[in-house]
């Protein structure tokens, strides 16, 4: 009776983690939206031209009076929407790891940056500002709510689970972002047989991103559970729960190690994913409906690719998957700085090359991270991640956008974030993450 009753209880469990996990895969099912049909395809090009129409006669335009190319404008919002995350998420983190309670805070997150990308709607004529304001809140806020969502894979999966939780979390938004892309492309195409202008089309396929976003984060924020922890000490606030989290991952140096690694080679992928469309609309001169099939094709791959390492880190571990896939992201993109203007089917063997890589080594560097983070300490140990995930890639579009400013080629700029990838590989390959895994006081995976 004894040994039937223990095993019903840990079926009804087995079945509880298999429903939270299920409704935790559907965030990115809400959330990648965004990423995709807008920061990855739609606004980048799009909020360009609409500075282009406010530049004056020298290609300038002049927000708090300050002269910006109008050029760089959407990869410097980019930028200061990472600071602003910044300035948020330790504080988030910390209060999340205090109160136990994630899911409101959560909520408010996805729930101000749906509604700021709803809101591009209004984003025409020549009001470049809105733009970057509702920019640097959707960003700002996708980035917080992301810090949340991935400091529930420690609670939701056991570690030999968790390398495919996380591959299927990012195959489940690739899934979404082709989906919706498809739609995206429909509607952009035949814009006029719908009676729309262009402007008008790629405005409703921002704002139908925000409410998708909003529309499926219900189902996350119904499955997940908030688990109660002890009462902590507040350590502080913004920039001081920083640095208090900072000292605290000093007591676990090799943890810190792999986040300076991954906040190397991660800006580099999330300057691509945000910079990529303006490399192909303004240096190949590529027109907005090649831009979207290039984009489909990669989420399409990337559902692929996230699953395939997956399966490979089982067998290699995620660490030389990890460092397999950095690889790849090097020798592909400086491909892409030879890449001949106007010639669409190299564009498409680049982003095929891209979606391969992409899912898999964002998921397998969460899932390896989640092993490295003290019990009891999940949503501060990934603030800091975020901070490296989005909180920190505020240096690659940076560059990119200063790179371009000073030469006037992106090629050069692109060509610059190969850096990224090569600096990466070396840190990641000096960290011995079974050894990392022991000292944060987690039990060691088989394979690691």
Not at 246 to 261: E, G, K, N, S, V
Request: with cysteine.
């Amino acid at each position: 009776m004894g040994t039937d009753t223990l095993r019903t209880d840990a079926a009804d469990g087995a079945a509880d983690r298999r429903r939270e996990q299920r409704g935790w895969y559907f965030y990115d099912w809400a959330c990648s939206v965004y990423s995709t049909s807008v920061l990855t395809v739609f606004l980048g090009p799009y909020l360009t031209s609409v500075a282009e129409s406010a530049a004056d006669g020298d290609g300038y335009v002049h927000p708090l009076g300050i002269p910006v190319r109008a050029g760089s404008f959407f990869a410097y919002s980019v930028s200061l929407s990472v600071i602003v995350a910044v300035l948020v998420m330790p504080l988030v983190g910390a209060a999340a790891d205090r109160s136990g309670r994630k899911k409101p805070l959560l909520a408010a997150a996805a729930y101000t940056g749906a509604a700021a990308t709803a809101g591009m709607f209004f984003l025409d004529g020549d009001r470049y500002l809105l733009g970057g304001v509702l920019l640097v809140v959707a960003n700002a806020a996708q980035s917080v709510a992301m810090m949340l969502y991935n400091s529930y894979l420690p609670q939701i999966a056991p570690p030999e689970e968790r390398d495919a939780v996380s591959s299927r979390g990012w195959a489940f938004g690739y899934a979404a972002g082709a989906l919706v892309l498809i739609a995206n492309l429909i509607l952009y195409t035949a814009h006029d047989s719908f009676g729309l202008s262009e402007s008008a089309a790629v405005r409703i396929c921002l704002a139908s991103a925000g409410l998708w976003w909003g529309a499926f984060a219900l189902i996350p924020l119904r499955r997940l559970r908030d688990r109660r922890t002890p009462a902590r000490e507040a350590a502080g606030t913004g920039w001081k729960q920083l640095a208090a989290t900072i000292r605290d991952m000093r007591r676990h140096p090799l943890t810190l190690a792999f986040l300076l690694a991954y906040l190397v080679y991660n800006d580099g992928i999330q300057t691509v994913i945000t910079q990529a469309s303006v490399y192909g609309s303004e240096e190949l001169g590529l027109g907005q409906s090649t831009l979207i099939v290039a984009v489909l094709l990669v989420q399409v791959l990337a559902v692929v690719g996230a699953l395939a390492l997956g399966r490979l880190a089982r067998t290699y571990g995620a660490k030389r998957t990890i460092l397999g896939s950095l690889v790849a992201w090097t020798v592909t993109l400086a491909a892409g700085y030879f890449l001949p203007a106007r010639a669409p089917v190299w564009f498409f063997v680049l982003a095929a090359g891209i979606g391969l890589v992409l899912g898999g080594s964002q998921a397998l560097s969460r899932s390896l991270f989640s092993q490295l983070v003290p019990p009891g300490k999940e949503a501060e140990y990934f603030s800091a991640y975020e901070l490296s995930d989005r909180g920190m890639s505020w240096l690659g579009p940076l560059l990119f956008g200063l790179t371009y400013q000073l030469t006037g080629s992106y090629r050069d700029a692109i060509i610059s974030l190969v850096a990224f990838f090569v600096l990466g590989f070396v840190l990641l390959a000096r960290v011995p993450v079974r050894r990392a895994i022991g000292d944060a006081g987690n039990p060691v995976p088989e394979r690691i």
